[in-house]
Every structure is written in C-alpha cells, then in structure tokens.
C-alpha cells in the first residue's frame, strides 16, 4: 500500500506517524515544497523577545518523530497538478518534474495569509512568518532596521498581537488598525479585552479600531499606503493578522471547494473524490453552535492529521463536533475562550453572564478573571472566558466538557464534588461563577 502526504506541517506531520502506526508496512511518501518544515509559525516572535536564539529550537518534534519512521520525505519538491484518474501527484523542483502514484493520498498543504486588496506587488513589504524561510527573511529585514521604522500591524488578533509584543520591544512607530471595535473581538467580550488596549497604549503604540484596511500600495519611493475609509497611513513593513486561505489553487475543477476556499470533505475527511482526503487548514470543521466553520489552528491540524490516518481503508472514526477552545499569550497574560461570547450568545438567544475575579498565590499577585455566560431562562452554559496569570488549562477544558454534555449552572453546584478544585489545588472557578450567577439570581426573585 502506497500512501501519499502533500505538506509536511502539522497536519501531515501529524497524519505520517499515525500512518505508520496503523499501516506499518505501507509506503509512506511525504512532500513539502519547502526545504525546511515543521517550524511553529510563532518563531519571528519567539526570536525577537529573545526567547530562541537559534530557528532549530521551534521546530516542532513531530519532524524528527517522521524521520525516525523511515517514511520517504521529498522536500523542495511542489505538487504542481493532481490526477484522480490515474491516482498521481505531479510534483516539481526548480525546473525538473516527475510523477508519484498513490493508493491513498492526503493532502495536508495549509493555508497562507493572503491580501486581495494590494495592487502592487508588496511581498518585500510584508512581514511573513508562515515559513522558516519567510521568517528568516523577516527577521533579516527587522535586524538591519532602525528603532524609527514605521510598521503597521493589520489585525489585533492572536497573530497581531504577539506580533505587536515582540516589535515593541525594538520599534517605536508601530500602528495597529482592527476593523472591530476591540482586540480578539471574536473570542472575548470587550470588557475582558480593556487592559490589552490600556497595554498597547502604554507602549506607545497608535491604535485604530473600527477601520478596515482597503486597499494597500506604494508611493513612488516605495513607502507602503494603506488606506482605510478615515485615512492614509504611511509605513515601512506591515504584518498581516488576518485572512487566511487555504491553499486549493492547484484543485479547482478536480475537487469540491466551498465558497471560502476550503476543500469539502465528508464526516470521514474523505474529499470529494475517492482516496483523496484532506486535513488541517484545508478543511472546516463542525463547531457547537457554529456548524462547519474554518478556524485553522496547530491543534485541529494535528487533531485531523491523526484522524484521517483511521479512515483510510475503512471509514472508520467520524470527525465529531468539536467545542472551540481558543487560547493566546499575549503581554505576560494567558487568555482563553471556550463556547461563545455573551455577544455572540445575543444573537441566538437570552444571554446573561458573572464575572468572577481572585487574586491568589502566596503574594496575591495571581491573577484569575473569568466570566462565565449562560441561557438566562434555562441556566445552561454557553460559554467561558478566563484572564489568567497562570493556565488553567483543566478547568477550561472541563467547562468545555460541561458545555458540550448542555450542562447547567444548577448541575454543575449539584455535584460540585466531582470538581471542587483543579490538579493545582485552586478552587474551581467555573463552579465558584456558577454559585454566584445562583445566588444573583436567588436574591433578583
Ligand atoms: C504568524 C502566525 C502565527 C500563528 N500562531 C498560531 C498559534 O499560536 N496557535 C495556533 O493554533 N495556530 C497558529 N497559527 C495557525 C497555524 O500556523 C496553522 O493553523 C497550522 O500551521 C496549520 O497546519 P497545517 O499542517 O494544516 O498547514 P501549514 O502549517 O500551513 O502547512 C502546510 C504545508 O504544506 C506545504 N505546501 C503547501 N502547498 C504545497 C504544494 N503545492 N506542494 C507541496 N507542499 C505544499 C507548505 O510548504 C507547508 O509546509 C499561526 C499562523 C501564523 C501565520
């Protein structure tokens, strides 16, 4: 049995040990158009706050973890075309071409940031970190640059952020235009996001929220433009938080895309042809609430690079709806949203929320704010958002959990046994927040 990777990423990093695993004695062909893979895309980051010194420190370990199989890796090596009918790649480097066959082939080539709205042709412009060859190139850039280089950061996601972070500890022109009205819009409420901004305005950063980038170009002395309805700004680089796409280019009229790009899969990640699957940041995934929806994250790639590998052969693990768990370090703080914000909740349904906030640790200097969302006629829970000096990862997972199982606050009091504190001892604060909404709630009637 032949089984053909393209893309040597998570997801098909993630998919190739799996593969080894089940079909130990399959041929196992991975391809990768770059010469270097398995990079976390953070590593620009990492490297200008001086927490690396050296690119090898953030590669992923699931790269030696493949070499170790023995699986054949063709890397500089680009999938040019794929043949259903006659169950071939064909694949190229630097001029020369060849053709690999598959008896089950996955394609697992990512997405990359793209922006539709340049007329130039700006990529000397744009600080990209997708690739270690692209971070590389960044990070040359950054180096030769003076402290007065202007950078505009498009985007106060989690990439913009971190982003913003690491250049503030060396540049002191740095904006930041968002079209939503506060940072990390899609996963927190914006009280839970007021000390981020308070952040960015300490370290002399220009913030523009509710201003949507344009369309971006060049002067003739090659200064970047981007313009919003509200302005023109002027800089040197930009870094770009947003947009997505998933790489299908090469697949149009041989596969199934949706309309934002993504290759369609069945429950099986089987694409619309036979043997041909798909993983990670090609693909959508089924959220609670959601329905399908594209959220190209490192750990749905590796959740779906595993899956796949069971699927092969026989169709036999279903990709299930998954709850979406969002988490970011940014300024020296974890953040981390499960289910939906209050504003989202407002859509649907009656929305209520409680905010709980400790100070703990031997100083008291911890800090742990959470606010808790739920239905406001049924109790049930809807979602959770938690700032955080320390991770609470367990906490946040089992509020998942209860979410997913439609869970209420007067469950979760009812057997507070199970969970009365977390694996570090502190007490749960998603059933303190629960026993607070009960008794407001007690003492409104
Ligand atoms: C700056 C930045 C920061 C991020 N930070 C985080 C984070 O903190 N947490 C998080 O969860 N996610 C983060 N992400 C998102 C995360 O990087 C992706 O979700 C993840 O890498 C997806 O993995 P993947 O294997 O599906 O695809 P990718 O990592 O995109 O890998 C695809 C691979 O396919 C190869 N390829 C593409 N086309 C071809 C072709 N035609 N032929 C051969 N090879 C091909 C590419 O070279 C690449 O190696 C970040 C992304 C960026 C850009």
Redesign the pocket.
Known sequence: MKIVI???????LSAALECHMLYPEAELIV????ME?GYF??ALNWRLRQEISDWSEARSSLYQEVMRTGANLLLG???EKLVPDEKQVEIRQSGKRKSVTYDYLIL????R?VWDKQSDDLTDKILA???LRQMAESYEKLDKSEKSVAIVVVGAG??GLESLEALSQHFSRLTLIEAQKWPLAKYFDKEMTDWIIEELVGRGIECHFSETVNRIHSDPSGKLLLDTLQHCYESDYMVMGTNFCP?TE?LESILTIQPDGSLLVDEYLETSQEDIFA????IQLPFAFFGHSYL????H?ILTGRLVAHNLVTKERKLTTIERIVSNHVFGKYMTSVGLTEREAGLWLDADSIRVQQAHGSLQDELLDFKLVVEKQSGRLIGGQLLSTSKYTDQMNFLALAISQHLTVQDLVHQSWLYLSDSTGTVSFVLEAAHQYILSKNREE
């Open positions: 393209i893309g040597a990423s998570f997801a098909g391809i990768d158009k770059e893979v895309p953070n090596w680009e999938m697992a080539m990512g997405a940031q970190s997708k690739s989690q990439i790489n090469t993983v990670g940041d090609l190209p994250m490192i750990h790639a």
